[in-house]
């Protein structure tokens, strides 16, 4: 079965120091990964996506993640955190078969703390 | 920028009502899904649809129809509301078949059932 693990449900960072918020993920095929960020009673807005290519991948707002097939994960990073970074961050895995379906993970709360 | 809108951001109904949630997407796109966000779950399809009058189910599909009449615009029926029903409800759109497209979502409608 096609799945993603977001194996924290928070994640708690002092302001200025780096940060990872960690996904793995089960897929048959080429895996197409995904990183959104939800701020409090709003939508999801897209961070960035691995398709192929290099493993290191940037995004929005100073974000980068890093794809490892051996390990099937792809985290989020930042090499700074920011106050106004905390939010619910998902992790989404495209299915294979067709139709643009994502299979997304339960999230992670990050907290970042002046 | 892709716009998604949803009609409506906060909405309180009773059990047994039928309830209609409005998409509309500004941008051509051919795809639209509807999710529902629940704590500790993460989002769940419950339908989606790649063309006018055209729909398949998610994941989540009881008790929810949907309807697609305009190639911009996306509702999500619940027949017979219920509480179990209480949940956040966000839209989605994307702009085709491939996996590697990015879905854009408006910004959720919080439903309550009474």
Redesign the interface.
């Known amino acids: 079965a096609q799945s993603v693990a977001q194996p924290e449900d928070q994640v708690n960072v002092a302001e200025g120091n780096p940060l990872t918020v960690k996904c793995t993920y089960s897929v048959s095929g080429n895996p197409y990964l995904f990183w959104y960020v939800q701020y409090p009673n709003r939508g999801l807005q897209f961070l960035l996506k691995y398709i192929t290519g290099d493993n290191l991948v940037k995004g929005s707002y100073g974000f980068e993640a890093e794809f490892n097939k051996s390990q099937t994960s792809f985290h989020l990073k930042k090499p700074s955190a920011l106050v106004s970074d905390s939010a619910l961050y998902f992790c989404a895995v495209s299915v294979s078969g067709g139709y643009n379906k994502l299979i997304f993970g339960a999230g992670t709360r990050l907290a970042v703390h002046p | 920028d892709v716009k998604?809108t949803q009609s409506s951001?906060y909405l309180v109904k009773r059990t047994g009502e039928k309830v209609f949630l409005e998409c509309v997407q500004d941008m051509d796109h051919e795809?639209m899904f509807w999710?529902r966000q629940d704590p500790?779950?993460?989002?769940?399809?419950i339908y989606?649809s790649?063309d006018v009058k055209m729909k398949?189910k998610?994941d989540i599909p009881e008790g929810y129809s949907v309807s697609r009449e305009k190639k911009e615009r996306f509702s999500l029926i619940l027949e017979s509301a219920s509480t179990n029903q209480t949940s956040m409800y966000?839209c989605?759109s994307?702009l085709?078949?491939?996996?590697?497209?990015?879905?854009?979502?408006?910004?959720?409608t919080?439903l309550t059932v009474l």
């Open positions: 998604v951001r795809n999710y500790g779950l993460g989002l769940r399809l989606f790649y398949e998610g966000l989605a994307s085709n078949l491939e996996r590697a497209d990015t879905q854009y979502f408006g910004p959720g919080r």
